[in-house]
């Protein structure tokens, strides 16, 4: 059973850190491209960065340069470090993976960019 399980969110004052962390089980890690998504309060959801098997990133404009994306293939995990946080990154940051054409998305977890 694919599991993906998102952790490291919370309330931070603009300008703060973060790094999210997303477990992954249930598929070989290593194989698959693992992606960050946003969403915030009455918005769409949006990509926000994404890491190939063999450690290729992409990262979408608003956040390029401030978050950072890696994988520990030990731990099947990925992360988000997320710097310079501003008010406009406030939002629920989803972990996702698509195996087989199929999406699995983890459940969330919420960053508040706030003073």
């Known amino acids: 059973q694919v599991q993906l399980v998102e952790s490291g969110g919370g309330l931070v004052q603009p300008g703060g850190s973060l790094r999210l962390s997303c477990a992954a089980s249930g598929f070989t890690f290593s194989s698959a491209v693992m992606i960050w998504y946003r969403q915030a309060p009455g918005k769409q959801r949006e990509l926000v960065a994404e890491i190939a098997r063999a450690g290729t990133t992409y990262y979408a404009k608003s956040i390029e340069g401030r978050f950072i994306i890696s994988r520990d293939n030990t731990k099947n995990t990925v992360y988000l470090q997320m710097n310079n946080l501003k008010p406009e990154d406030t939002a629920t940051y989803y972990c996702?993976?698509?195996?087989?054409?199929?999406?699995?998305w983890g459940k969330g977890t919420l960053v508040t960019v706030s003073s």
């Open positions: 996702k993976t698509n195996l087989r054409d199929i999406p699995y």
